[in-house]
């Protein structure tokens, strides 16, 4: 069963360290989402991304905050300069949007911790 | 704004015993679609069900049910039977239609612990 993959599975980065997280999403799934989950608390989101552009926003997704879709099968989430508070579980997700808000598939998450 | 509340924090049930997961939500759309979602220990976040504001059925899906309710701004899920493999936090997450992006908004989730 086709899944989202996202790489790497835990990261551990310095206070001001830029870092990507990457998703490999479905393979004919066209619409993407970023979440965070700081630990033991709720799923926010972050971004969505569809044709290459950001479809929408959160508060949360400032200035140090970027994605992209460099190939035809990556994904990636950049913080430009880490923040202790950065410090979450970063899940990707896709969609096939065959259907106003359709099912969301996300992968298994990358943990990134911020020192 | 989109609000959604899931008030029980945590839940203890023995096995085979029934339990219900509340879930209340808050938006100004008309159309709206409302989810729930698994995340066991592993950490995954595993979809269970979707719901548009339209269809007010309830759902039976094995031992799993819903009951949505307008009136009452609820979307509840009931897990008849429970059963060990069902210990892990559940979200409820609500997709207005005015999103762009079709942004979950999700609630703070339910623990739920299943005791043999």
């Known amino acids: 069963e086709p899944e989202v993959t996202q790489t790497p599975s835990h990261q551990v980065t310095q206070m001001g360290q830029e870092v990507i997280l990457r998703c490999v999403p479905i393979s004919n799934h066209l619409y993407f989402y970023w979440y965070r989950q700081i630990l033991g608390q709720k799923v926010e989101f972050l971004v969505s991304f569809y044709n290459n552009e950001i479809s929408e926003k959160s508060e949360i997704f400032d200035d140090q905050f970027s994605v992209e879709r460099p190939d035809g099968s990556n994904f990636t989430l950049k913080i430009r300069s880490t923040k202790l508070e950065d410090s979450a579980m970063y899940f990707c997700?896709?969609?096939?949007?065959?259907?106003?808000?359709?099912?969301?598939?996300f992968g298994p998450g990358t943990r990134l911790t911020v020192l | 704004a989109q609000k959604v509340t899931q008030a029980q924090t945590e839940i203890s049930v023995v096995e085979k015993e029934d339990v219900t997961l509340d879930c209340v939500y808050e938006?100004?759309?008309?159309?709206?679609?409302l989810f729930w979602y698994k995340q066991p220990p592993s950490g995954e976040l595993v979809f269970l069900i979707r719901?548009?504001?339209?269809?007010?059925q309830n759902e039976i899906s094995g031992r799993y049910s819903w009951n949505f309710q307008k009136s009452t701004s609820s979307f509840n899920f009931t897990i008849t039977a429970s059963q060990v493999v069902d210990s892990a936090v559940y979200f409820c997450a609500l997709s207005e239609a005015r999103s762009s992006g079709d942004k979950l908004t999700f609630g703070t989730g339910t623990r739920l612990a299943v005791r043999p």
């Open positions: 719901r548009n504001s339209f269809d007010e």
């Open positions: 938006t100004r759309d008309t159309t709206y679609y």
């Open positions: 997700a896709s969609s096939a949007r065959t259907i106003r808000a359709d099912e969301q598939f």
